[in-house]
């Protein structure tokens, strides 16, 4: 795999200010050299030259990762509606950059009957050319053809690819069925990669969608009508139960609802390898918006999974994020002007999806769950930070303060405030869903691979600076458990006799046969009870779990993520080891 050259050497100390990691806080000077945080520790020195940072009084974190950026939105690309985003690789990092975020994960999304690998090179080609800040790609699988598992592969081994979203809505355009996410897992688990999922139910919001136009209802609030939370809850727990039986790890893109975020708590409680995303958006704002008189309003906070009408949702979001119920957080960022949301005037369902979030994802969080009391500091960069560099297999060299890491760094102040607005903004994006909200927490300083990129309130960036992170696969923070459980969690064949009695239907030597009439009317009768029908072929693998006397645990599959026993097998117990605790055993812990 290419390695990663560093560019922009320089030399920068970050003087006097309170290092803060995901696990702890501390005082200490950062020095930088070349990219890279070389010495940590009480009064450092600056060495000729170097650029001085003073960071007295205030917090020193790992820069932002935004799991969830939509940058390269095309024409090509059926579900935003045939025009490209307004906030692009060159304009989304730099205002990223702005708001103390200095790594992004974009999403490549082939149409369908395109290829993968084509579609991986055209991202490449534009964001290398384009990003002020490191960024690494998700691949969505749209479709199922003869070299899908072959181009996941070599995205996995040769392109530094390690996670594939599928879309479960946007019916005829991008949305796959039940079965090519079961191929799909399989194939992505096989290649040691994560599976990741927009959980709505595109059937059910499609036939919504027509009842809400044929009964007059056009506007943006169609959009929220069709798409209700347990349009959302459901598909979240079927891509649950799809990675169950493919023992695949799952991340759920944008929980933008309680129930979503409930399935999603209670499948981890479970101890499934679960991982849930809420967004800045679904963090920040409510659907209220989509009743406000103004369609310009209205139709500027459209996006899927709408933003709940229930105001509480936000903050039971941000509680389930500071309890560990999701881990990770993204922007969602896909702008579209006023003016390209209005090709939607008259149809909510042509309104182009999307929203703002990528500059304002940090102060968003801080003021709704540092501020507010609901999280510490540590847990701030856990979830803004570190968590996502765990999950998708760049940690330590992102996602942390230590020697040896990229310098990717914010200088940050705890108790500044500022007002979000459209007119102050870095985006390109004519509207801002945050639009006057104050924040506490401001990015003052950032500093990118070692450079100072965001300072006094300016942007030094360079075009085409940042660079591609190649991911590598079997990341530990899923798969330390998952391989674990494909040793022990192996279908177990139960020894016996072979069966030597009569077969039916008997032959007609059998003086225990039924007489032939007999025989006609059972082959046309329902079984009695306790007939056992040969199993109808399920797809499912054969041997299944079985429990002593030999039946079919039905509550079991055949891979289990939760709690299945090595010795299950071995028969009845008093008392059950957890090989599996609720929440899964991990080396690395959030
Ligand atoms: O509304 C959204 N989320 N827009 C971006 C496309 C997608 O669904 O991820
Ligand atoms: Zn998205």
């Not at 579900?79 to 906030?87: E, G, I, P, S």
């Not at 991340?251 to 309680?258: C, E």
Request: proline share 5%; hydrophobic share 35%.
């Amino acid at each position: 795999m290419p390695e990663n050259t560093m560019e922009n050497a320089s030399c920068v100390l970050v003087k006097g200010g309170t290092v803060c990691n995901a696990d702890r806080t501390f005082e200490a000077d950062v020095l930088i050299e070349d990219g890279i945080i070389s010495q940590i520790g009480s009064d450092l020195n600056a060495p000729d030259g170097a650029k001085v940072v003073d960071a007295a009084g205030k917090l020193v974190i790992p820069g932002g990762i935004d799991t969830h950026t939509h940058l390269n939105a095309h024409s090509d690309d059926a579900n935003f509606a045939n025009m490209a985003v307004v906030d692009d690789f060159f304009v989304g990092t730099k205002a990223a950059l702005a708001g103390g975020t200095t790594m992004i994960l974009d999403h490549c999304v082939p149409g369908r009957g395109q290829s993968m690998l084509e579609k991986y090179e055209i991202w490449r080609n534009t964001a290398d050319e384009m990003v002020c800040c490191d960024y690494s790609l998700h691949v969505a699988v749209t479709w199922w053809g003869d070299k899908t598992k072959e181009e996941i592969a070599t995205l996995c081994s040769e392109k530094g690819v390690n996670s594939f979203k599928m879309y479960m809505a946007y019916k005829d355009s991008i949305m796959v069925t039940d079965d090519v996410m079961y191929k799909a897992f399989n194939c992505i688990k096989e290649n040691g990669a994560l599976a990741m999922v927009h959980a709505e139910n595109g059937d059910v919001i499609e036939c919504n969608c027509k009842k809400l136009l044929n009964s007059g209802v056009t506007g943006p609030e169609g959009h929220l009508m069709s798409r209700p939370e347990e349009v959302e809850a459901e598909a979240t727990g079927r891509a649950i139960m799809i990675a169950n039986q493919t023992n695949c790890p799952l991340y759920v893109v944008h929980v933008m609802s309680k129930s979503a975020a409930d399935v999603v708590a209670s499948a981890r409680k479970q101890g499934k390898v679960i991982f849930g995303e809420p967004i800045a958006a679904g963090l920040g704002s409510d659907g209220s918006h989509y009743f406000n008189k103004e369609w310009r309003h209205a139709a500027g906070h459209v996006m899927s999974p709408p933003l709940r009408p229930d105001n509480e949702t936000p903050a039971y979001l941000m509680d389930m994020l500071a309890n560990n119920s999701l881990q990770a957080t993204g922007s969602d960022n896909c702008t579209f002007t006023i003016e390209q949301k209005a090709v939607g005037k008259d149809d909510f369902t042509k309104i182009p999806n999307g929203t703002n979030g990528l500059e304002d994802r940090m102060s968003v969080i801080w003021e709704k769950g540092v501020h507010s009391g609901k999280m510490d500091p540590c847990r701030f960069v856990a979830v803004t930070s570190t968590n996502a560099a765990k999950i998708f297999n760049f940690y330590p060299k992102k996602g942390v303060i230590q020697v040896g890491a990229d310098a990717d760094i914010v200088v940050w102040d705890a108790e500044a405030t500022r007002t979000i607005s459209k007119d102050t903004h870095h985006q390109a994006v004519d509207f801002n869903i945050f639009e006057g909200m104050e924040c506490h927490g401001v990015p003052l300083v950032t500093i990118s691979r070692g450079k100072v990129v965001w300072e006094n309130g300016e942007l030094n960036v360079t075009k085409g600076s940042g660079k591609y992170i190649y991911n590598p696969v079997h990341a530990p923070e899923a798969y330390a458990r998952i391989a674990q459980r494909d040793k022990v969690n192996q279908p177990v064949k139960v020894d016996r006799e072979p069966y030597t009695g009569q077969v039916w239907p008997a032959g007609g030597d059998n003086k225990n046969a039924a007489e032939p009439s007999k025989k006609a009317e059972q082959a046309k009768s329902p079984p009695a009870a306790g007939f056992k029908a040969p199993a109808p072929s399920s797809g499912l693998p054969e041997s299944r779990p079985q429990t002593k006397r030999g039946h079919r645990d039905l509550h079991a599959s055949s891979f289990s993520l939760s709690g299945q026993q090595t010795d299950d097998a071995d028969g009845h117990r008093n008392a059950y080891k957890v090989v599996a605790p609720p929440g899964g055993r991990s080396s690395i812990q959030f």
